[in-house]
């Protein structure tokens, strides 16, 4: 599951005319994924990403690297993800902590990390090491994973505000604690592809 991925599609679906509604389910390897768009044009679009599942209940894997050790917090939330309180983002690639850290999950398959600095109570910004990728510009459901975690210790309101460098995502939670994530998708390219069969 992939909480950027599944807003551009529901965005795709309804540029080629293949919805007309504004309320639809998505069916996934992560469950049912609730989708509302709440506009068109632009195009924003509230994605119910679920209830998490804390891995281990308030404790965290404590991972010790040669500049000092890190709390680690795991979490399902459509994926395996780690969860990292930081003061700075300073040294994350250059000591490659991600990759560090990442192997230290309790995760049999291994786990995204999702580094986590607050700004104020509302909003904070997300670094995240994908496995099997590296470092990505935006994790929608890390950055779900993130505000679950905060939630459960009251680091921030009722919502937060993710600012990553290509745009904003907002998450809140609902009444049946599920985490909802709401943000844009652009439209930047359209793209023909030729199939030519060889004789």
Known sequence: MCGNGIRC????????????????????????IEVKVISPNPFICDVNLGKPKFRIENEPTTVSTEDKP???YSIWLGTEHGVVFVDSFALLEEKNLGSIIAQATPFETGTNVNFLLFL???????????????WTPSCGTGAGA?????????????????????????????????IHLVGPSQKVAKIFLEKRIEK
């Open 9 to 32: 599609f529901v965005h795709y679906l309804l540029d080629q005319g293949l919805i007309e509604e504004d309320f639809l389910k998505i069916y996934t390897l992560a469950g049912e």
């Open 70 to 72: 890190f709390d680690l």
């Open 120 to 134: 104020n109570s509302e909003n904070a910004l997300v670094k995240t090491y994908e496995r099997g990728v590296g």
């Open 146 to 178: 993130c505000f679950a975690i905060a939630q459960k210790f009251a680091k921030c309101q009722q919502f937060l505000r993710i600012l990553y460098p290509y745009g904003i995502l907002t998450y809140y939670v609902d009444s049946s604690d599920s």
